[in-house]
């Protein structure tokens, strides 16, 4: 049962980081903390944090205590037999339930990701009081745009993973303290977003390189990937293809238009910045690329692992990518007891450089994705030949090395589809989980979003409740269908 039980959000963050006694009243003062009210005016301290909003965004969704494995592995793109980051708990088979309880052994994954999107969010709201209020900061345009594009993706990323979001800003909580469906929230969080957008348009700055490591990023480049994160964030809410055909198309495709045409990757220096996601998604002994996807680029392979084999061939494929981004192996790691089906072939191996130099460049949003949100609104609003172009002008070409599609929207379709399954599969947080989610993919019992973690319900308090198998609304909160 879903609540909207009345919550004081920052209430509920003193309690999650363990306050035996918390109080309702945001007016009260912190006898921890007897000058906050100073430390909220002082324009280095806040300009320091300010520089840290996109690191810990990113260190939070790139984390093994956040959902984005168990996404993976409930997508079918990932597979993996280990207990691990409930990755194998999540994508078992029949799906059941997600265990939604605080003493459940893998409960970190929802409860930690929950906690630090709040608690960056909490963050990037000082920033803006502080930019209200007319704190004179050394850079105040970059710190704005910085401070309102943070609210606008962690109310964002909330919304797309759980099926309600507490909503505030520096003015304080919204909506009188009650939840908002996602939909609501993403509404919300665009709205911030072009926000952001103005502020950068309208300014010129330089971010400190130290900000985004490996990176110059001024305010036209800020721009234009605040309007590539709009164009993910609108088409990757849906939860079904009912809502995926609702999406305001005409809105994607004007983000995309202005959007990257230089990857987002951060340089890594494995202390500060660092991806945990993409060393365990490839690292060998760990997870394994699911032969959904191989059967992708080589229809002769089982799409699902065949229970009286241990060893297939290797795969052959047109698309060049097979051998350049793709190891075959020739053994199993993975428990048979656990099920076979986790079995797999293929490792990911594009990011080979990345977990044996650990300093190299994490790619984060790159350019064909944005240029799939492209294609994907030419498509929905009936232009498929402009669909097609960008498709066969993008790594479909240039680097898979495939023939060009034809116009026809059951190709078109097809073609982004696979693009975003074999050319950036394990780049951003969710971003297989929420492809396979608005297309009716996902297996039939897998949860379409998180429930609010066990300890947060018990802390407000509100009843328990959780997705998957056969919890919460079908087709709204549990997939009742899939591609197998």
């Known amino acids: 049962m879903k609540t909207n039980k009345i919550l004081v959000l920052f209430s509920l963050m003193a309690f999650l980081i363990g306050c035996d006694d918390f109080d309702t009243n945001l007016d009260v003062g912190n006898p921890e903390n007897p ?67 605080g003493s ?58 759980y099926d309600q979001v507490w909503l505030s800003d520096e003015n304080g909580v919204l909506n009188e303290g009650e939840s908002v469906g996602y939909k609501e929230a993403m509404d919300y969080a665009i709205g911030k977003l072009d926000e952001a957008i103005a502020i950068a348009n309208q300014s010129s700055f330089t971010l400190p390189e130290t900000w985004v490591p490996g990176m110059t990023i001024d305010n036209y480049y800020l721009a234009s990937l605040m ?3 709009g164009a993910r964030m609108l088409t990757m809410n849906a939860r079904n293809s009912t809502e995926r055909d609702a999406t305001d198309w005409e809105k994607v495709l004007e983000y995309a238009n202005n959007g990257i045409t230089v990857d987002f990757a951060p340089l890594a220096d494995d202390v500060v910045w660092y991806d945990l996601y993409k060393t365990y998604a490839v690292y060998t002994g760990w997870a394994r690329v699911d032969m959904y996807v191989i059967n992708l680029m080589d229809p002769s392979t089982p799409a699902y692992w065949p229970e009286d084999a241990t060893v297939l061939p290797e795969s052959t494929s047109a698309d060049a990518r097979l051998t350049t981004d793709f190891e075959y192996l020739s053994s199993q790691d993975f428990n048979a007891a656990r099920g076979t089906y986790h079995y797999s072939s293929y490792r990911y191996s594009r990011y080979d450089d990345y977990i044996s130099q650990w300093t190299t460049p994490m790619q984060e949003f790159v350019v064909s994705e944005n240029d799939m949100y492209k294609a994907e609104a030419l498509l929905r609003l009936g232009r498929y030949e402009e669909a097609a172009e960008v498709i066969n002008s993008g790594t479909r070409s240039t680097r898979g090395q495939l023939p060009d599609i034809g116009n026809s929207p059951e190709e078109i379709a097809d073609a982004i589809h696979y693009e975003r399954l074999v050319e950036f599969p394990f780049t951003g947080y969710g971003l297989n989980f929420f492809e396979m989610r608005k297309e009716n993919l996902l297996q039939k019992g897998t949860m379409l979003h998180f429930p609010v973690p066990g300890t947060a319900l018990a802390a407000i308090p509100a009843e328990y409740y959780t997705f998957g198998g056969t919890s919460g609304e079908p087709g709204v909160d549990y997939s009742t269908g899939g591609w197998r």
Do not use: K
């Open 104 to 161: 459940y052994g893998n409960a970190v994954i929802n409860e930690s990701f929950f906690n630090s999107m709040y608690s960056i969010l909490s963050d990037a709201n000082t920033i803006m009081y502080a930019v209200n209020a007319g704190v004179e900061f050394e850079n105040p345009e970059a710190v704005a745009a910085l401070g309102r594009f943070t609210q606008a993706i962690i109310v964002g990323y909330l919304a797309m993973t």
């Open 227 to 229: 309007n590539s994160f």
């Open 35 to 101: 000058n906050d009210e100073i430390l909220a005016t002082d324009p280095v301290a806040l300009e320091s944090t300010a520089g840290t909003l996109i690191n810990n965004w990113f260190q939070t969704t790139h984390s093994y205590d956040s959902p984005v494995f168990a996404m993976a592995t409930m997508s079918d793109v990932l597979t993996c037999s280990w207990g691990n980051f409930g990755m194998r708990d999540t994508s078992s088979e029949p799906r059941v339930a997600f265990n939604n309880q």
